[in-house]
């Protein structure tokens, strides 16, 4: 049976130190606190000594950020809260929420916000399953 759906993101940043110093921040809150960093990319992971899920991010200075978001799950609408203050100190930019979305599913809550490169990234907490119309 399978434990995870995803082995890892890959993103792309502006700028590496900029990334490193931000994601550094963020990440321990978002349950992934051991830095994997290299030369030449950005990783953190669990710390968990088998394989797992890792959030890595590579230097691209032509990267220009789209719509596409990135959603971290948080168990609770408390976990939220916490990570929207460490992204708050840690400089995210395009901060929304954190909120309830009413718009989305019943019970959906969020915080919305944009790391130094203009990667769309949210902490979502929801009550139920998604619905689609």
């Avoid at 990135?70 to 901060?95: C, K, P, S, Y």
Wanted: with cysteine; hydrophobic share 35%; glycine share 8%.
């Amino acid at each position: 049976m399978k434990v995870r759906c995803f082995d890892h993101i890959d993103l792309r940043v502006r700028n590496r130190a900029e990334a490193q110093k931000f994601y550094a921040q963020i990440l321990p809150a978002l349950d992934l606190p051991h830095n994997q960093s290299g030369e030449r990319w950005g990783a953190f992971d669990t710390g968990n000594p088998e394989p797992t899920e890792f959030f890595g991010f590579t230097e691209d200075p032509q990267h220009q950020p789209n719509g596409t978001r990135i959603a971290f799950w948080a168990e609770t609408r408390a976990q939220v809260d916490r990570v929207a203050e460490v992204v708050r100190v840690a400089g995210g930019l395009n901060l929304e929420g954190p909120e309830l979305c009413v718009d989305y599913t019943p019970g959906y809550y969020a915080f919305f916000f944009e790391d130094p490169s203009g990667n769309k990234l949210e902490v979502c907490c929801r009550a139920r399953g998604i619905v689609a119309e």
